[in-house]
């Protein structure tokens, strides 16, 4: 049913019509519009809940559905919703961004740090080592047709034997020496973290008092964004 109109025409006849409804819709469809990232865990509950396009949309046409518009035509009136939506939109986005966080509302305090470190090792060893010998041989033969009951001759006084028939003796010696060295070197490195996450309240403020600042704090945006001049001048508001 056609509602009839007192200056120019009423939003519910538009949306009854299958091509002015479509054109609204275009109208409505390029605003830029925040939205919740789906891959956020949510633990508290208090996030706000952000609203589709369309069900943004629907809130705005429903609470003016039966207002004439604000403009002598239909072309006009598509060309001030579309350029308001995207002029007020910006705003209205940082809000539903700041009301989208997820929080406890009786904790004063929730801090995480991190401690992150470093272990360096390095070292060095060298050993170096010397080592000598020395070595003498000592041989010496002695022949005597004439045998004694005691022979007792010294290397060094062999020279004295007088009663061998034949004696002879030799004398050897050397030495040996060396140096050795060993180097070697050894390294380590490593990295330490540490989370510390501090949560909960610490008495400063009391978990009432918290939530009554909370409760002051929660809107209703999708209400700001009906309510807002730019929109509400687009309808005649005549009851």
Not at 84 to 101: C, K, V, W
């Amino acid at each position: 049913m056609i509602i009839p109109a007192r200056y120019t025409e009423v939003l519910d006849n538009l949306l009854r019509n299958e091509q002015s409804r479509a054109e609204i819709n275009s109208a409505l469809s390029d605003y830029p519009l925040y939205a919740t990232d789906s891959s956020l865990t949510r633990t508290y509950g208090t996030a706000y809940q952000v609203p589709t396009r369309d069900e943004l949309n629907a809130k705005i046409l429903n609470h003016y559905r039966y207002q004439e518009i604000g403009v002598e035509t239909f072309g006009r009136f598509l060309f001030e919703l579309r350029t308001a939506m995207n002029e007020i939109m910006p705003y209205y986005n940082q809000l539903f961004y700041s009301a989208d966080q997820d929080f406890n509302p009786i904790y004063n305090v929730d801090y995480r740090k991190t401690i992150m470190g470093s272990q360096n090792a390095n070292s060095n060893t060298t050993s170096t080592g010397n080592d000598s010998a020395t070595n003498e041989e000592f041989t010496k033969t002695v022949n005597s047709k004439t045998p004694q009951d005691l022979l007792n001759i010294s290397n060094t006084g062999i020279d004295s034997v007088n009663y061998a028939d034949d004696a002879g003796w030799g004398k050897s010696s050397g030495s040996t020496s060396g140096t050795n060295t060993t180097t070697g070197n050894s390294s380590s490195n490593g990295s330490t973290s540490s989370i510390e996450t501090t949560k909960g309240n610490f008495g400063v403020v009391s978990a009432q008092d918290l939530i009554l600042k909370y409760r002051e704090t929660i809107i209703n945006i999708e209400q700001q964004i009906i309510n807002d001049p730019r929109i509400k001048e687009l309808f005649m508001l005549i009851f």
